[in-house]
């Protein structure tokens, strides 16, 4: 099992949908959580960061955590064509400090 | 300025070559990482420092070597380049007062041959 499972999509939404990007993890004592999105060829840019159960936003983006179901969720709400991108779940486990990726979910935002 | 630098950008190099890979950032970070990215794979961690004196093995370690030359430098090295080292290779900091938040570098491109 990887610690870290994402979809690898591509999913595919129409412009000014809501788009949803699921990961679940295996560390039950992971702590922190992190999106980052990832445009072709480029570096890693972090979207949003959460750290306890429950909804956090910023901006058109949700971070949703569940601990119990050892699950994180990213929705993008009016998705535009620039987010089009791939998008990587990261999860610090609670001993290590290092930061463990998902592979990834390709998002297609059709015009 | 960018915050975190990766020099060079693109290398092609040969099998059984050395060649280096440097990283060097200006937000005064103690934590440093070296990642690979493979198409399909996600990021792997290669190696990671915590501070100046600390290196630690991450889990593809193998074939690689790294230096800490100073708080903002880190330097990662292949002794012999193979063909299924070629990847997208990333440098990133971190803080622990900022929750281990990760910044990457630009990303150096490299193929062996």
């Known amino acids: 099992q990887k610690e870290v499972e994402q979809n690898s999509g591509p999913l595919s939404v129409p412009e000014g949908a809501i788009a949803s990007l699921n990961c679940t993890y295996s560390?039950?004592?992971?702590?922190?959580f992190f999106w980052y999105r990832q445009y072709s060829g480029k570096s890693p840019e972090l979207i949003m960061s959460?750290?306890?159960?429950g909804d956090k936003e910023d901006g058109r983006f949700t971070a949703q955590l569940n601990k119990a179901s050892q699950y994180v969720s990213l929705l993008i709400r009016d998705s535009q064509p620039s987010d089009s991108a791939t998008y990587l779940c990261?999860?610090?486990?609670?001993?290590?400090?290092?930061?463990?990726f998902g592979s990834g979910t390709r998002l297609l935002v059709r015009p | 300025d960018a915050d975190v630098t990766q020099t060079p950008r693109n290398r092609i190099t040969k099998t059984g070559k050395r060649i280096m890979l440097e990283c060097s950032q200006t937000?005064?970070?103690?934590?440093m990482y070296w990642y690979r990215q493979d198409p399909g794979l996600g990021l792997r961690l290669i190696y990671y420092?915590?501070?100046?004196?600390?290196?630690n093995k991450g889990e593809i370690s193998d074939g690689y070597s790294v230096s800490r030359q100073a708080q903002a430098k880190f330097s990662l090295s292949l002794e012999s380049a193979i063909p299924n080292q070629t990847a997208l290779y990333f440098c990133?900091?971190?803080?622990?007062?900022?929750?281990?938040?990760?910044?990457f570098g630009p990303g150096t491109r490299l193929l062996v041959l």
């Open positions: 990261a999860v610090i486990k609670d001993s290590s400090y290092k930061l463990i």
């Open positions: 990133a900091t971190s803080d622990p007062a900022q929750q281990e938040t990760q910044y």
């Open positions: 560390d039950r004592g992971s702590q922190s």
């Open positions: 420092s915590f501070d100046v004196k600390d290196i």
């Open positions: 937000k005064g970070h103690d934590r």
């Open positions: 959460i750290y306890s159960n």
